[in-house]
């Protein structure tokens, strides 16, 4: 079975940086992807790693680890449009996506 | 705008009844992947179809069924609904059979069942 654990809650300052940390558990791994999700609103994919590393994209970067079974999603520069919730998913051997429960990011002033 | 698009927004109905969901995917995408979100339960996969056939199979109820047409549109149609059925549908599409691709989702369908 699946098993993705992030954490529920983040609250971080405008401008700032903040680091959501995603840890798996799954049968076969093909695949990680970070989607963001505003209240009421569909997901909007931000970022896949596969290969052990960092992808950088604009003020968003991704990092996984295979062997550690470990991501995390660096969000630079914080903006208040920037608060919502952050999916992790992980594809696994069938090509099934598996959703962590997401962490709700809270941007303050 | 993904290019998902989900029919109808919102869906007021009882218990007991039925109901059917509608998703277009994106233009020249084969894949259609359906999910529910649920407060407690964050999102869950229900079941993918590629160009018409069933293609996997999440934690699909017994009560919830469906299919992909020849146009590629889907259908998700859900019976004998209970109040738990509550929740976010959301509908995706990608442009082959999945490996290595990235779901675009549509806006959702709330559903709730008084």
């Known amino acids: 079975g699946q098993n993705i654990d992030q954490p529920t809650e983040m609250t971080a300052t405008e401008g700032a940086i903040v680091q959501i940390n995603c840890t798996y558990q799954?049968?076969?791994?093909?695949?990680l992807f970070w989607y963001q999700q505003h209240a009421g609103e569909a997901p909007t994919f931000l970022s896949y790693?596969?290969?052990?590393g960092l992808e950088e994209k604009g003020r968003f970067s991704s990092f996984l680890s295979r062997s550690k079974g470990y991501s995390y999603l660096l969000l630079k520069e914080l903006q208040m449009k920037d608060s919502a919730s952050y999916l992790c998913?992980?594809?696994?051997?069938?090509?099934?996506?598996?959703f962590g429960g997401g962490t709700r990011l809270m941007v303050k002033p | 705008d993904s290019g998902v698009t989900q029919t109808p927004k919102h869906l007021i109905t009882a218990t007991g009844q039925r109901v059917t969901l509608r998703c277009s995917p994106r233009?020249?995408?084969?894949?259609v992947y359906w999910y529910q979100q649920s407060l407690d339960q964050g999102l869950q996969f229900l079941i993918q179809?590629?160009?018409?056939?069933?293609?996997a199979k999440g934690n699909i109820l017994e009560r919830f069924s469906a299919q992909q047409f020849p146009d590629l549109h889907s259908e998700l149609n859900l019976s004998s609904l209970e109040l738990g059925d509550s929740a976010l549908y959301f509908c995706?599409?990608?442009?082959?059979?999945?490996?290595?691709?990235?779901?675009?989702f549509g806006p959702g369908t709330r559903l709730l069942v008084l």
């Open positions: 790693n596969v290969l052990d």
């Open positions: 799954t049968s076969g791994f093909n695949g």
């Open positions: 233009s020249g995408d084969l894949s």
């Open positions: 998913a992980v594809r696994d051997a069938g090509n099934m996506l598996t």
């Open positions: 179809y590629y160009n018409g056939e069933e293609r």
């Open positions: 995706a599409s990608s442009p082959g059979q999945g490996r290595g691709e990235t779901q675009y």
